[in-house]
């Protein structure tokens, strides 16, 4: 089955540059998406189509793409920003089934 | 304004049926895929499977075919979860989302509900 893996977690000082990949063999084919969850709430858009901002989110936060792997940047990192971390994409086999990465754990120092 | 408004949490025994709920409003219901996802206690995010209100169409994530069963009644503009005989390991939060148009991710979430299982 198809999988999304990702570092359990990252450690950033606040002001630093935060980036937490994604890696899957259908990357190359498939869009990446990333949400942010924080404690006793539901997940949040915060990067679509590997790249793109939603509305309402942040500039500091960024995708990017290379091969297998993608790449979620958040710039001048807040202390809000600690959080968990998920990628997500769909199979590329034509199942219409989608995955979730691991998720990372981003730690505000 | 989307809304996704889920059913509250559950107290169930092992053995035990349930159906959780999902209903849309603030958007044409049998227009978008719905989805849910599971949330066991201190784990991560997975995607359990999706149905298309309009027509019922739906998909399993291997991972829960035959687990679990989605469905949907668009005269109520509601989704449902239901699972025929629960065990301790579906103790977790289950979220239902909308899957944004034309797209392979989820726009609007659900607040969750806690399934609890436990003899």
């Known amino acids: 089955s198809y999988e999304l893996t990702q570092p359990p977690s990252v450690s950033v000082s606040p002001g630093q540059t935060a980036r937490i990949t994604c890696s899957g063999d259908?990357?190359?084919?498939?869009?990446a998406y990333w949400y942010q969850q924080k404690p006793g709430q539901a997940p949040v858009l915060v990067i679509y189509k590997d790249s793109e901002r939603p509305s309402g989110i942040p500039e500091r936060f960024s995708g990017s793409s290379s091969g297998t792997t993608v790449t979620l940047t958040i710039s001048g990192v807040q202390a809000e920003d600690e959080a968990d971390y998920y990628c997500q994409s769909a199979d590329s086999s034509g199942t219409y089934r989608w995955v979730f990465g691991g998720g990372t754990k981003l730690t505000v120092l | 304004e989307v809304q996704l408004v889920q059913s509250g949490a559950e107290v169930k025994k092992p053995g035990e049926s349930l159906k959780i709920s999902c209903k849309g409003s603030?958007?044409?219901?049998?227009?978008?895929?719905i989805g849910w996802v599971r949330q066991m206690p201190g784990k991560g995010l997975e995607w359990m499977g999706i149905?298309?209100?309009?027509?019922?169409?739906?998909r399993y994530s291997p991972s829960f075919q035959g687990q679990v069963t989605i469905s949907a009644d668009k005269s109520i503009s509601t989704a449902y979860l239901q699972w025929s005989s629960l065990k301790a390991s579906d103790t977790a939060m289950y979220y239902c989302?909308?899957?944004?148009?034309?797209?392979?991710?989820?726009?609007?979430w659900g607040q969750g509900t806690l399934v609890t299982v436990s003899s």
């Open positions: 259908a990357l190359p084919k498939q869009y």
């Open positions: 603030g958007y044409s219901f049998t227009s978008y895929w």
């Open positions: 989302a909308r899957q944004s148009p034309g797209e392979y991710y989820f726009d609007y």
């Open positions: 149905i298309y209100p309009g027509d019922s169409d739906t």
